[in-house]
């Protein structure tokens, strides 16, 4: 089964730093973009950034381009979102979810991890 | 590319046929459109994507239709597991967006 398994709920207060992850099972992990989105109830869902663990060329979100940094370790197949100083307005669910071989739709996604910035 | 999708909530019964609407600011072609649907507590799944194509495992009851600028996503029998909420998002062009969602509601 294909699947992404995310790292567990994080409360931190502004100004810390913060990683998360996404693991991938059940397919080629390697050969797949992983796209992350940030849902909250106020801008809904917006994409972040895609990265392609294979070499780990990433792509931005203008909106998110200097805000955070993507990643990825591909012997453990897992990638990563991270903050180096976080903001209260970073609160949200963070999905990891892959994307289409060639186009970018997404799936299957990841569970979702919330963060709380408080 | 904005995505504004109608209405923002459908209440339906079971066994009806739903449509929802997907409106863009600017053309996405006739492919690089796709639906998702999430339930309370859970992450979205992709349901339709290309437009028309639809993902594995899922029902031939859900259908995508459309080019350019207006998409549609029908349900054409509601069962109960069906009532969710909907989001389209294009990715014609970076960066890839999301409707705001129609909410479908017994």
């Known amino acids: 089964e294909e699947q992404l398994v995310q790292s567990g709920a994080e409360v931190k207060k502004p100004g810390e730093s913060l990683k998360i992850s996404c693991q991938g099972s059940g397919y080629s992990f390697t050969t797949h973009w992983i796209g992350w989105v940030r849902q909250t109830p106020g801008k809904g869902l917006e994409w972040m950034g895609n990265?392609?663990?294979?070499?780990?060329?990433?792509r931005y979100s203008p909106s998110f381009r200097g805000q955070v940094t993507i990643s990825a370790d591909k012997s453990i197949n897992t990638a990563y979102l991270q903050w180096s100083s976080l903001k209260a307005s970073d609160s949200g669910i963070y999905y990891c979810?892959?994307?289409?071989?060639?186009?970018?739709?997404?799936?299957?996604w990841g569970q979702g991890t919330l963060v709380t910035v408080s | 590319i904005v995505l504004t999708q109608s209405p923002g909530t459908l209440s339906l019964s079971p066994g009806e046929r739903a449509t929802l609407s997907c409106r863009a600011s600017q053309s996405v072609g006739s492919t690089y459109l796709a639906w998702y649907q999430q339930k309370p507590g859970q992450a979205p799944r992709l349901l339709i994507y290309d437009v028309s194509s639809r993902a594995t495992g899922i029902p031939d009851r859900f259908s995508g239709s459309g080019s350019g600028t207006d998409f549609t996503l029908t349900i054409s029998r509601l069962e109960p597991g069906d009532f969710a909420v909907y989001y389209c998002q294009q990715y014609a062009g970076s960066p890839y967006t999301f409707g705001q969602g129609t909410k479908l509601e017994i």
């Open positions: 990265i392609y663990p294979g070499d780990s060329d990433t």
């Open positions: 979810a892959r994307r289409g071989s060639t186009v970018g739709w997404f799936g299957p």
